[in-house]
């Protein structure tokens, strides 16, 4: 059974930096398989946005515009572990962040998939940036 299991949230000042940490369990090798992680963020009233995502299949990735050369993915193929690096943090990054798992091929240069189309969700990570 596949499990994700985020890590790494928790509270920071503006211009700080938290790196999220989503690891999966369970069947699927993010060196092996084919994949697409998301991370997905949902800020107090406001809709949930994709954040970023990557392929496996084909390497490509995607950043929403607001998070363009501030947040980074990368990845630990020992620990099967997927990060989110998330620099110069101001408060409109406040949020919960969702990693999910995609078990399949796709390309995500021009966009993520659709949330239904995710397998495995992780819990939800609770990331606060104030002063």
């Known amino acids: 059974q596949v499990q994700v299991v985020e890590s790494g949230g928790g509270f920071v000042q503006p211009g700080g930096s938290l790196r999220l940490s989503c690891t999966i369990s369970g069947g699927i090798r993010l060196d092996q398989d084919y994949y697409v992680i998301v991370w997905v963020r949902q800020a107090p009233g406001k809709e949930r946005e994709d954040v970023s995502c990557v392929s496996s299949y084909d390497g490509t990735s995607y950043y929403t515009n607001s998070v363009k050369g501030q947040f980074a993915i990368s990845r630990d193929n020992d620990k099967n572990t997927e990060y989110l690096q998330m620099n110069s943090l101001t408060a409109e990054d406040t949020a919960v962040y969702f990693c999910?798992?995609?078990?399949?091929?796709?390309?995500?240069?021009?966009?993520?998939?659709?949330?239904?189309?995710?397998?495995?969700w992780g819990q939800g990570s609770q990331d606060t940036v104030s002063s």
């Open positions: 999910a798992v995609l078990n399949g091929i796709n390309t995500v240069s021009q966009m993520c998939p659709l949330e239904t189309e995710y397998d495995y």
